[in-house]
Each structure stands twice: as C-alpha cells, then as structure tokens.
C-alpha cells in the first residue's frame, strides 16, 4: 500500500513537473510569436508606406537591408513562436520535435558564425579593408555592390576612406576618375529646400573645408561602441534562452504518453 502510494504520489509530482513546463513553454513562445509578429508588421508597413518613407529607405542601401533582415528575423521569431505554442498547448509531439531541431540548427549556425568571426578577425583590421577599398572601389558605378555600400557607410556616416580621405592615393577610384581627389560621397552635405545636398563640388577637387576628413572606422566604431557591449550581452542572454528551450521541449518531448 505505501509503495502504491509513493508511486501514485511520484506519478502526480512528475505530472504538474510537465504541466508546469507546458504551460511556462506555451507563455515564452507566445511572446515570442507577438515579437515576431511586431517585426513583420514594421517590416511590411516600411516596404508598403504610401508616405513617402518607403522611397528615404530605398535610397539609402544599408536602411533597405536592414529592412529585409527585420523580415527574415520576425518571419523566423514568428515560425518559432507559432510551432513552439502549438506544440506545447496541443503536447505535440511531431511540433516540438521540429521546434527543437530549429533552435539546434539556429544555435549551431550562431555557434559557426562565432567561431568564423573569431578565425578571421584578422579581415577586420584598417589594414584590410584599406587594402580592399583601394583594389575595388570604383565611385560612382552604383551597380556595383561593393562600390555602393561603401557609398552608402561614408554618407550614412559622414566619414571618408577608411583611415581618412588619404586612402584615396594610388587607387583604383583615381585611376578611373583622375580630375577627382574623393569620391562625392565623401563631401559634407546640408539641407536645401527639404533635401540634402552636396554644399560644394569644390570637395571633389580635394578642399578640406568641404569634405568630411574622419575615416569611416573610426566613426563606424565610435557609433557602435555602446552598442557592441549589448549586442554581446544580448547573445549571451538569447543562447542562454535557446538551451533552456531547447531542454523544454525535449523534456515535454520525452515526458508526453
């Protein structure tokens, strides 16, 4: 009788056990889903707006990337969210095992990408991208996707050359455009009826006082600085997030009859 009765008592213990994490599964991924629904409505309202904001993001090559990366990352938050609370409300099994193998794929890829970063970290040094911007920057083919992001981080950022305009010197913009010291991207702009225009052409011609002299690293570090320690802290915290997930749904996996 006591025998049964530790049996009984253990078989309740572990029921609330998996109850409790279906239910704490189903609260985590519903949030998740509303993050990801968020994303795609700003998404999707930025690509449709009929204001006028569509054509500022067109404009500007890093805004419209980064746009389609806020698509791509709320379509996967949405998919996760959508399979996870399926899964854990209905004790799915099929559901939660293919939510588990998406968060294992996404941390393995997260994991890779770490590790990448940190084996070529030596291609993010000024040197290199010194290097790059004198081999292949060309001025003013826009068709050319490494010659127009770089257009897009010098406007974007007020900044010119890697180190400063002097990178110019010897390289291939100077060889296709002769009369031209730097690129028009690297003149200062202002406001002119609404728009921003260049202030004076006499930039091109190497005019200091027309042109912006502080190298794009610099500014693209000093602009991230800030945000660089959150993004890390941020991805401690989010695969922090994806094992226990991961463990969840395992653990319900295993524990549905």
Partial sequence: MGQGEASARGTTMEGDCLSCIKYLMFVFNFLIFLGGSFLLGVGVWVLVDPTGFREIVAANPLLFTGVYIILGMGGMLFLLGFLGCCGAIREN??????????????????????????????????????????????????????????????????????????????????????????????????????????????CLTGNMMFRNNKGCYSAVVDYFELYIYVAGALAIVVLTIELFAMVFAMCLFRGIQ
């Fill in 93 to 202: 099994k099929c559901l939660l095992l293919f939510f588990f193998m998406l968060i294992l794929l996404i941390f393995l890829a997260e994991l890779a990408a770490a590790i990448l970063a940190f084996i070529f970290r030596e291609h993010l040094t000024r040197e290199y991208f010194t290097k790059e911007l004198k081999r292949h920057y060309q001025g003013y083919n826009n068709t050319d996707v490494f010659t127009s992001t770089w257009n897009a981080i010098m406007t974007t950022f007020d900044c010119c050359g890697v180190n400063s305009p002097e990178d110019f010197k010897d390289s291939l913009f100077r060889l296709i455009n002769q009369n031209h010291v730097v690129p028009e991207a690297c003149c200062q702009r202002a406001s002119q009826n609404g728009e921003l225009a260049y202030i004076s052409q006499q």
